[in-house]
T-cell receptor
């Protein structure tokens, strides 16, 4: 069975600084997707970034980028120029094509002003 | 697009009552997922549909839970009878098999269910 592990229950970052959230996963599949979702206090699950496993190039979305290491089964999220609005719970998730998301336990990110 | 729509946003009920949660997926999406979020178990899949057909219901806790998708634009999750341990946030999500964001699941705002 696929599993996703987020080893950092909580992280803090100073406003305007950079922070990296860690995620590892376990799968025997070669074709899959990886995601980072953000959940602010409103509970809404917001897609942050998406990576297709067959693509070697790391995905980027404005201040958000990933470091995807397929062989190591690692998928970390880097947030640059952190803003107060980035404070939230961040979930790493895995899915195979046309299948359910498997989530990690989440990392709470606090942003200090 | 309005995104995934869920109703109600909050539901408070008493043990033993029937609860029905509703979901309207994004137009054109052919997958629909129901997830439950609790402090103890995190986010977990209950059931998902492809083209209105249930594909995997292995996450449905027990016979008290049932889900239907009568058409491409509507799904329900029903709990009968409800129990206090069913208290959680229930999310609906949808995705498409085709397009630039293939297999990317977009979530509704969730329904917070409290069973007293």
């Amino acid at each position: 069975a696929q599993t996703v592990t987020q080893s950092q229950p909580e992280m803090s970052v100073q406003e305007a600084e950079t922070v990296t959230l860690s995620c590892t996963y376990d799968t025997s599949e070669s074709d899959y997707y990886l995601f980072w979702y953000k959940q602010p206090p409103s509970r809404q699950m917001i897609l942050v970034i998406r990576q297709e496993a067959y693509k070697q190039q790391n995905a980027t979305e404005n201040r958000f980028s990933v470091n995807f290491q397929k062989a190591a089964k690692s998928f970390s999220l880097k947030i640059s120029d952190s803003q107060l609005g980035d404070a939230a719970m961040y979930f790493c998730a895995y899915s195979r094509r046309g299948n359910k998301l498997v989530f990690g336990a989440g990392t709470i990110l606090r942003v200090k002003s | 697009d309005a995104g995934v729509i869920q109703s109600p946003r909050h539901e408070v009920t008493e043990m033993g009552q029937e609860v029905t949660l509703r979901c309207k997926p994004i137009s054109g999406h052919d997958y629909l997922f129901w997830y439950r979020q609790t402090m103890m178990r995190g986010l977990e899949l209950l059931i998902y549909f492809n083209n209105n057909v249930p594909i995997d219901d292995s996450g449905m806790p027990e016979d008290r839970f049932s889900a239907k998708m009568p058409n491409a634009s509507f799904s329900t999750l029903k709990i009968q009878p409800s129990e206090p341990r069913d208290s959680a946030v229930y999310f609906c999500a949808s995705s498409s098999w085709t397009g630039v964001d293939t297999d990317t699941q977009y979530f509704g705002p969730g329904t917070r269910l409290t069973v007293l």
